[in-house]
């Protein structure tokens, strides 16, 4: 059985950092690619991050691309994600998601494990 647990959200203000985790449980964390998705209030939930199951590939959204980085420690079962240079636009629940696959998705449908996600709020 896996489960996925962020932690890390919180309130920060216009321009600060926040680091994201996502403890995952269950064998073969290693061997597929991990994904992190938002839901803003009143919003369906979108992408924002991609990393391969081996950590060498990494994909943004244009929302994100140069401010967020996605990273994975295979030893810790953990995904990342860093987050700096937050705008008030950020504010959302996040949600790390793992695949069943090594396969590159950009949509929900590409993910079948989900956690429980976690509130990010930036004040401005």
């Known amino acids: 059985q896996v489960q996925l647990v962020e932690s890390g959200g919180g309130l920060v203000q216009a321009g600060g950092s926040l680091t994201l985790s996502c403890a995952a449980s269950?064998?073969?964390?290693?061997?597929?690619?991990m994904g992190w998705f938002r839901q803003a209030p009143g919003k369906e939930r979108e992408f924002v991050a991609f990393?391969?199951?081996?950590?060498?590939?990494?994909y943004y959204a244009d929302s994100v691309k140069g401010r967020f980085t996605i990273s994975k420690d295979n030893a810790k079962n953990t995904v990342y994600l860093q987050m700096n240079s937050l705008k008030p636009e950020d504010t959302a629940v996040y949600y790390c998601?793992?695949?069943?696959?090594?396969?590159?998705?950009?949509?929900?449908?590409?993910?079948?494990?989900w956690g429980q996600g976690t509130q990010v709020t930036v004040s401005s």
């Open positions: 269950g064998p073969t964390f290693s061997s597929y690619a």
């Open positions: 998601a793992k695949s069943a696959s090594r396969g590159f998705y950009l949509s929900e449908s590409g993910y079948h494990y």
């Open positions: 990393i391969s199951w081996s950590g060498g590939y990494t």
